[in-house]
């Protein structure tokens, strides 16, 4: 066998059981390579645990229990989750209870409606197609009030620490995310996730390295780094400084795919495995970083594989 059928192995039996926390197929008003039916198809046959997927615009608690409930052979457990954007009506505690008592894992600050990403976005100039571009624009949801914590996300943190569910940060700035971070622990959240440091949000290599010891996850966006992406801004070496800032044991990787135009996010897997199977880290820090950290920040252990 040579070293390039090794390497395929490899990446084959590290996507058994693996875990992606964050993608973009549809039904969505974005464009969508793939919709949740078809991903779990792709996701099912490659041997992944568990996908949650990601809606900038709604919930998609009702989409998940329709799609169990009619495709029970599809083996790859599909999880919901809800942004909260403009079209949620932002920080809505109703509709971040209906999400959790409809299995919901991830709760996601403002993406789009973030007032950090409007700001990036006129900054960036931002070509790529996105939902609010067909509906009226985006308007700035504030997550801070004189550099403290605004009730209305206060009661949203206390339903995300009650139900147990995972509190992402979406496009906030990584100031503000330390702030409502904070907040969340101080009110029982267990459960935190830092997403993609390497774009939109502004965080440094001491940040990525001070959510970690604060005991969030640092969350990856595989889009970012991988050929074939049209959202590739870095590289390998890049990844590894991530990845050793935060340590292995915290770092989380996602497709965060699902765009027209993109891989898809399976194979955006596979490309992942295979960048870190070249930068050096070995099976077992790969599979914490694709599959089982994963599976302790959002409550998955049950979905994972028994051990051969």
């Known amino acids: 066998m040579d070293a390039r059928d090794d390497t395929g192995s490899r990446i084959e039996a590290l996507l058994q059981g693996a875990i992606d926390p964050h993608v973009h197929s549809g039904p969505s008003i974005a464009p969508r390579a793939l919709d949740h039916v078809e991903l779990l198809r792709r996701a099912s046959a490659a041997g992944f645990a568990a996908v949650v997927t990601k809606d900038h615009d709604y919930s998609s608690a009702m989409t998940t229990a329709l799609i169990r409930a009619n495709f029970p052979e599809l083996t790859t457990k599909i999880y919901p989750s809800i942004v909260l954007n403009n079209v949620v009506g932002g920080f809505n505690p109703y509709a971040v209870e209906h999400t959790a008592a409809m299995g919901g894992k991830v709760v996601w600050l403002p993406t789009l409606a973030a007032e950090n990403h409007l700001r990036w976005q006129a900054e960036a100039k931002w070509s790529h197609p996105a939902s609010t571009d067909k509906i009226r624009p985006a308007v700035g949801i504030p997550v801070l009030d004189g550099g403290a914590v605004r009730d209305e996300v206060k009661e949203v943190l206390d339903i995300v620490a009650r139900a147990d569910m995972t509190l992402a940060s979406g496009h906030l700035h990584i100031s503000e995310t330390w702030v409502v971070f904070e907040e969340a622990k101080r009110r029982g959240v267990r459960r935190l996730v830092l997403t993609h440091p ?3 949000v502004g965080a440094s290599m001491n940040d990525v390295k001070g959510m970690a010891a604060m005991g ?8 970012m780094f991988i050929e074939g992406s049209r959202f590739k801004i870095a590289g390998d070496e890049d990844l590894r400084r991530h990845i050793d800032a935060a340590g292995v044991d915290k770092t989380i990787l996602c497709s965060d795919l699902g765009q027209v135009g993109s891989v898809d996010p399976i194979e955006g897997f596979r490309r ?7 930068l050096g880290y070995d099976d077992d820090q790969i599979r914490k970083m694709v599959s089982l950290n994963a599976a302790h920040a959002l409550g998955l252990e049950a979905d994972l594989p028994s051990p051969a």
């Open 272 to 278: 992942g495995i295979a960048m870190c199977i070249g």
């Open 216 to 223: 969030a996850y640092v969350e990856h966006s595989l889009a």
């Open 198 to 200: 390497e774009d939109i």
